[in-house]
C-alpha cells in the first residue's frame, strides 16, 4: 500500500530566509508525485509534479522539488519565501496499474515570519 | 473559464439526518474524485468516477455514503443518518483525462458539522 509522511506539521521561517518542507512516501510501484498548496478558505492548487525525467521539477511561485528514489523524498523548497507564501502544503502520491487513488500526506502549516 | 463548484458551501445538520453535496466538475472533464478532508489532515479518498461509471468506492467509510454521476458531469454526495464523526470538509476534484499524471483541479470544498 502506497503512503506519504510529511513530519512536520508546522514551520516558521522568516521572511526572505529559504525552507524545506519534507515529503517522504512508501511505493511498491512507479509513483507520479505532486505538491499541492492550500490559502485559507480555498481549494487547493497544484504547485508541482514529478511524472517521470529529470528529477527536479520547477513550480509555481518560485518552488522547486527534487525526487530521490533511493531515499523515496519528494522535498519541496524555496530559496526565499514571502509572506504570501503562508499556507497549508500537502504532498501526494498515486501509481501503480488498477488504483485511481490518490494518498495525501497531513499537511504541513508554512508560516512566514515579518 | 469557470473551475469546479460545490454547494453548499457550508452544511449543518442534527445527528440522524440526510445530507447531499453537489459537485460541478470543470466542463469537459471526464474524471472526478470526492474526499474528506478532517480538521488538521489532508483529504482522504473517497470514490472515483470516471464519466458516469464509479470505478473505485473503496474509500466510502460506510454504506452510510453513497455517491452518483448520472449523466458524466454534475455529481453528489449523499450521506443518509449524520454522525458527528461525519463531521468534516468535503473536498470534489475533477481532471481533463483519466491520465494519473494529469492535474487535479479543487472546488472549494463543503464543510458539514453534525451536531
Known amino acids: 500500500a502506497q503512503s506519504v509522511t510529511q513530519l512536520d506539521s508546522q514551520v516558521p521561517v522568516f521572511e526572505e530566509a529559504p525552507v524545506e518542507l519534507r515529503c517522504n512516501y512508501s511505493s511498491s510501484v512507479s509513483v507520479y508525485l505532486f505538491w499541492y498548496v492550500q490559502y485559507p478558505n480555498q481549494g487547493l492548487q497544484l504547485l508541482l509534479k514529478y511524472l517521470s525525467g529529470s528529477t527536479l521539477v520547477k513550480g509555481i511561485n518560485g518552488f522547486e522539488a527534487e525526487f530521490n528514489k533511493s531515499q523515496t523524498s519528494f522535498h519541496l523548497r524555496k530559496p526565499s519565501v514571502h509572506i504570501s507564501d503562508t499556507a497549508e502544503y500537502f504532498c501526494a502520491v498515486t501509481g501503480g496499474s488498477g488504483t485511481y487513488k490518490y494518498i495525501f500526506g497531513t499537511g504541513t502549516r508554512l508560516k512566514v515570519l515579518a | 473559464g469557470a473551475g469546479v463548484s460545490q454547494s453548499p458551501r457550508y452544511k449543518v445538520a442534527k445527528r440522524g439526518q440526510d445530507v447531499a453535496l453537489r459537485c460541478d466538475p470543470i466542463s469537459g472533464h471526464v474524471s472526478l474524485f470526492w474526499y474528506q478532508q478532517a480538521l488538521g489532515q489532508g483529504p482522504e479518498f473517497l470514490t472515483y468516477f470516471q464519466n458516469e461509471a464509479q470505478l473505485d468506492k473503496s474509500g466510502l467509510p460506510s454504506d452510510r455514503f453513497f455517491a452518483e454521476r448520472p449523466e458524466g458531469s454534475v455529481s453528489t454526495l449523499k450521506i443518509q443518518r449524520t454522525q458527528q464523526e461525519d463531521s468534516a470538509v468535503y473536498l470534489c476534484?475533477?481532471?481533463?483525462?483519466?491520465?494519473?499524471?494529469?492535474?487535479?483541479?479543487f472546488g472549494p470544498g463543503t464543510r458539514l458539522l453534525v451536531l
Open positions: 476534484a475533477s481532471k481533463k483525462s483519466r491520465d494519473r499524471g494529469e492535474t487535479q483541479y
